[in-house]
């Protein structure tokens, strides 16, 4: 069935196409390419992430994508470098380069990127995060959760300071968690905060998706992809930043020769068909998870539109036409 959607929005994306936002060599015209290269999935408007690295590292990327004024450009997504150092919490963050949370750290990044800071991931167990989130909710910055490994309280405190999102819910925590309380029940019940998650089969199960899509509702789920320079390339070594990622034949990528994934290889058009497959929603009430609620959660709008045929009986969806 043809259908027409609002331009898709990726809260979420290290890199695309080959390209890689966290290289310090990046340039306007690569991430163009990477931008042109998304738009094939539908997406039109996005937050390029840049992942915990060396202040110099992320003020080259920072600069070159804060000074892009093109509309899908639609902000920066600063996911750490004020996380968790602990393995698996940290997920593929390099260890060395993890900091504690500090306001003038944070300024000078902002500074580097023109401003357009619009979401910052921090663990709110990490010293000074609490100062942080307030400081970044008054200036308008959106706070997520992430990479942590919090306890309950510290959990809600961050809250309390104004935490609106759970960067994908449910990957960026320990391998091994008491069954209760841990972060991701938590985060789960926790009314007041927006859940992201990363729906390729690697990163959540098909129950996980679907259970926590129940537990958010649908208006307080977000579809990101996290996806690196290999998205939309064949299998292989890419790079995030520093971070050396194999991208597999089944399309898992991974940290070589570890049991963790470094970002992903997924579009947000098949999240969005995952997602119908794994929770059983109709597509009509998953198509906002991946377009506006992202785009309402940071207080903007979905650009241009998208045509595309969703085909119930394979649960595909095929993009036909993109216009902005
Ligand atoms: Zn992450």
């Known amino acids: 069935m ?8 990726d809260l979420q994306v290290n890199g695309f196409g080959g390209v890689d936002f966290n290289a310090p060599d990046l340039t306007a015209d690569r991430a163009r390419e990477a931008i042109e290269r998304m738009r094939a999935t539908g997406v039109t408007r996005c937050l390029p992430t840049l992942i915990t ?15 892009m004024s093109d509309t899908a450009v639609a902000g920066i997504h600063m996911e750490g470098p004020y996380i968790s150092p602990d393995d698996g919490a940290r997920g593929a963050h390099p260890r060395e380069h993890v900091s504690p949370a500090s306001l003038d750290g944070f300024a000078r990044r902002q500074d580097a990127a023109c401003g357009r800071i619009v979401l910052v991931t921090l663990a709110p167990e990490v010293a000074g995060a609490l100062a942080l ?28 300071a104004g935490a609106t999102l759970a960067t994908h819910l449910g990957n960026g925590c320990a391998q091994m968690l008491p069954r209760h309380p841990n972060v991701i029940w938590e985060l789960l019940a926790a009314d007041a905060v927006s859940a992201s998650l990363i729906a390729d089969g690697h990163h959540l199960p098909p129950a996980t998706v679907k259970a926590m899509v129940r537990a958010k509702g649908s208006a307080r789920t977000i579809l990101v992809t996290d996806a690196i320079a290999a998205a939309g390339c ?57 377009s506006t609620t992202p785009a309402r959660y940071l207080g903007m709008t979905t650009a241009g539109t998208v045509v595309a045929d969703w085909d119930a009986d394979a649960g595909v969806l095929q993009i036909r036409r993109v216009t902005s």
Do not use: K, W
Not at 2 to 9: A, D, I, M, S, V
């Open 53 to 67: 690295s060396s202040f110099a590292d992320f003020a080259a990327s920072a600069r070159v994508l804060g000074r």
């Open 234 to 290: 064949p299998p292989g070594r890419y790079r995030m930043g520093g971070v050396d990622c194999a991208l597999a034949a089944d399309g898992r990528v991974s940290l070589p020769g570890t049991p963790y994934l470094a970002g992903s290889s997924l579009t947000l058009d098949r999240a969005i068909a995952n997602a119908v497959r794994y929770t059983g929603l109709p597509l009509i009430e998953v198509i906002p998870m991946a």
């Open 133 to 160: 989130i307030e400081h970044l909710v008054a200036s308008g910055v959106r706070v997520a959760i992430g990479h942590s490994a919090a306890t309950p309280d510290q959990i809600a405190d961050a809250i309390a």
């Open 2 to 9: 043809r259908r027409e959607l609002p331009g898709l929005f």
